[in-house]
């Protein structure tokens, strides 16, 4: 999934319908969360993301944040998120 | 607007032989009927007959028609009387200066009867629904109002409970912008007896009402166990436990926690998905930094959670940053940030007594006209290391760390005649007890214990009652209005109670307690049902204890209590 822009409370029905979505598909065995396109994301995103790990981890998903880069990538960090989620940084 | 026969039309026009045939057809219709004949008396009249609709003439002496409709749309406010102006419908400078002056329609003079019964009618309709739009709105204003009210009373409260009760205005400032009414930043400092400042910095996710409701529950176990000198290990524990519990799913607090010590010259620190806590000293150096290494609080269960604190030894004075990311993040009208490195810098540029404010007011010109989209928050905190008591400071660290390794406490307390008068004993041990390692399960045993023997220690040692008196009838209200005389006159005396726990030997709980009274015949043979509703309760605690002994002449005792 490829969320565009700002990764906070307005988004959050959009982003929820999408991966409600995308794990009907039964093939699935990782989600890849691609924040390359993502500006800002605030306490409501992380929320969304907590959101999505619990109903995946049911699951027996593993969930991967890919290509966190900039004011993004602080706010992941200060939250540990790391130690929750596989997260690979940007370094381009 | 009354029924349709009842409708009361106000015909107001200088020439008698219009105002005849329009009351003539208007009476026919069924209507009431009142008149005027120039604009003034139509103000009157309007007054005294609050007329459901006017038939205005433009032309007449002392008032016009344009000026009375002025006058009379001003004096009914928001209750409304449709005006109809009648007038030659080609004289466009009349229809302008009709509707600049706030009439609702027009009919050409000559009037035709058909087009005024229509209008009559199209004006009625409108005044229903202009009706209802007035009770709605009002309806609507009283809602905001309301909601406005308790919106600033609830606000009132928060404050008041989150309110830093007994810190120094000098020691530690705070700042709080919320983003909408309520604040989900959480401020919370308090001092413990041994002058250890607990600070907590909290930010609940999300912000508003939602963010606001699990502030008040964090904030209070948190004072509830910064006062009783719990650590941050187990007060981030329960609180990690609680928000884990009611948050719902996705939600967490970014916390931190920290424990200044200026005696030990100590800051631990735990911090959980806040931005770094700096400490700067008074040349502008940042001493040390404490990063976020946790998540936040809420987010793991009780077993995965992490509790380690990061502790700092900080010999010079200086001052402590905290704050919520709101500050960090703040954009302006350019859409930047505010950032640590501004921050720092604008920290650093001043000297330590205007860090504060000058940093309060770089966040709010960043912000200029914008609105911050999350809660800000800003602590500062100054820190004096005491410097004479470096080597007993150490020696006390020391030995607190040799009992902590071994899981054992030991609690002592001596009570003299003043506080044994006003105090209530027995369930403020019984709280320190609890916070530390006592199961739920087994604290109402202890409770019963420690009220007997505290209780024979006071009544029986001290005050020395007779427990007898308990067997006459109305016993009970003899002694205990003698026992509340023979406590205010007590003058003198004193309990001594120490409460350990001992680990060498299973795990053992041990109350020692010793009163300065001459002791009372404890191997005394009494008979069970004698001791049960009155007595001294000792058959009760030999029930539940592994071990009891009288010392002395009997004014000290020692017991044993098998922890689960």
Known sequence: MSPIGSFDYHSQLVFIEAYKDYLKNKEINQVEIDFTEVEYIDSSGLCMLLQ???EVLALGIEV??????GIVQDIIDTANFGQIFKISMNRG | MRKWSLMKIHIVDDTPGNLKRLSVFCRKQGFDVVTATNGKEAIEVFLSESPDLILMDVTMPVMNGFEATTKIKALAKDHWVPIIL?????????????????VDDFLSSPVNFKILHEKIKVMKRLSGLQKNLNINLKELKEYHDKAEMEISLAKNVMDKIIGLSNIDQNALRHWIMPAQHFSGDIIAATKTHSNKLYAFIADVAGHGLQAALMVLPISQIFYTMAETG??????????NYRVHQQIHTGGFVAATFIIIDTFSGTIEVWNGGNPPLIIMNHQGEILHSWKSIHLPLGILNKEAF?????????KSDAQLFICSDGLLEAQGEDNKFFGPKKMISVLR???PEHR???LVDAVKKHLGNQLAHDDISLVEIQYRPEKQHKSIAQDVKKKKSKLEESGSWKLSLQLGSEKLRLLSVVPILLKWINLLDIRKSQSGAI????SELYTNALDHGLLKLDSKLKQLPDGFDLYFSERKSRLENLNGGTIEIEISKITSDGKLLQIHIKDSGEGFAHEMDVPLELTAPSGRGIPLIKSLCKEVRYLGDGNEAIVHFELD
């Not at chain 2, 719990?230 to 609180?239: D, K, M, R, T």
């Open chain 1, 52 to 54: 999505l790990r619990k």
């Open chain 1, 64 to 69: 991967h944040l890919v290509k966190c880069g």
């Open chain 2, 86 to 102: 009648v007038t030659s419908l080609d004289n466009e400078d009349n229809l302008i200066k009709g509707m600049e002056s706030g």
């Open chain 2, 230 to 239: 719990c650590s941050i290990v187990s007060i981030a524990e329960e609180l």
């Open chain 2, 306 to 314: 992490n509790a380690k604190t990061e502790i700092h030894t900080v």
């Open chain 2, 349 to 351: 540029k001043e000297p």
């Open chain 2, 356 to 358: 504060f404010t000058a």
């Open chain 2, 447 to 450: 409770f019963v214990v420690l």
